[in-house]
T-cell receptor, first 110, second 109 residues
Framework: SQTIHQWPATLVQPVGSPLSLECTVE??????LYWYRQAAGRGLQLLFY??????ISSEVPQNLSASRPQDRQFILSSKKLLLSDSGFYLC?????????FGQGTRLTVV | KNEVEQSPQNLTAQEGEFITINCSYS?????LHWLQQHPGGGIVSLFM???GKKKHGRLIATINIQEKHSSLHITASHPRDSAVYIC???????????FGQGTRLTINP
């Protein structure tokens, strides 16, 4: 079955520092991959999605970027974190209408 | 526009009550997912539906394609069912999964 490994689970970073969150996929190939953010008390907001290596679509303008250097690797990055980047970040995948999810990363920018 | 709306946003009930959470979507879908998110944030996939009804234990999910509506039911609810329940739709012809805002369910003993 398809699984997503996402790390780290929690992260505390100072304002202005860089960010790199990574998720890797097992059990399938060529999935659609997604990065979502959930601010406190809010729903999941789509940040980026990718249908293949090097193909990234951005949903909202922001301080973040995403990359897909390999079929099963999806990375969320920032050069300089803002306080407003705090939240819960979730990596998700989809293949043949089956959806699968990472455990999420709770990011606190201080 | 591809949209997913859930109701209610918050639901509090007593242990043993029958629970219904609703999800409506705007246009045709190829699949709809019901997900459970516990306080730690991790998400578990409960059901994937494209038509009809599915049952797993005390959980039942139904979908009405004509009405563009799905429901998640919990029978004999228990405090451990307390979580956020999220529906997510894969719209026909679209390349992304769209999430509803979630329903926060609290079951009191």
């Amino acid at each position: 079955s398809q699984t997503i490994h996402q790390w780290p689970a929690t992260l505390v970073q100072p304002v202005g520092s860089p960010l790199s969150l990574e998720c890797t996929v097992e059990g399938t190939s060529n999935p659609n991959l997604y990065w979502y953010r959930q601010a406190a008390g809010r729903g999941l907001q789509l940040l980026f999605y990718s249908v293949g290596i090097g193909q990234i679509s951005s949903e909202v303008p922001q301080n973040l970027s995403a990359s897909r250097p390999q079929d099963r690797q999806f990375i969320l990055s920032s050069k300089k974190l803002l306080l407003s980047d705090s939240g819960f970040y979730l990596c998700a995948g989809e293949r043949d209408t089956e959806a699968f999810f990472g455990q999420g990363t709770r990011l606190t920018v201080v | 526009k591809n949209e997913v709306e859930q109701s209610p946003q918050n639901l509090t009930a007593q242990e043993g009550e029958f629970i219904t959470i609703n999800c409506s979507y705007s246009v045709g879908i190829s699949a709809l997912h019901w997900l459970q998110q516990h306080p730690g944030g991790g998400i578990v996939s409960l059901f994937m539906l494209s038509s009809g009804k599915k049952k797993h234990g005390r959980l039942i999910a139904t979908i009405n394609i004509q009405e563009k509506h799905s429901s998640l039911h919990i029978t004999a609810s228990h405090p451990r069912d307390s979580a956020v329940y999220i529906c997510a739709a894969h719209f026909q012809g679209a390349q992304k999964l769209v999430f509803g805002q979630g329903t926060r369910l609290t079951i009191n003993p």
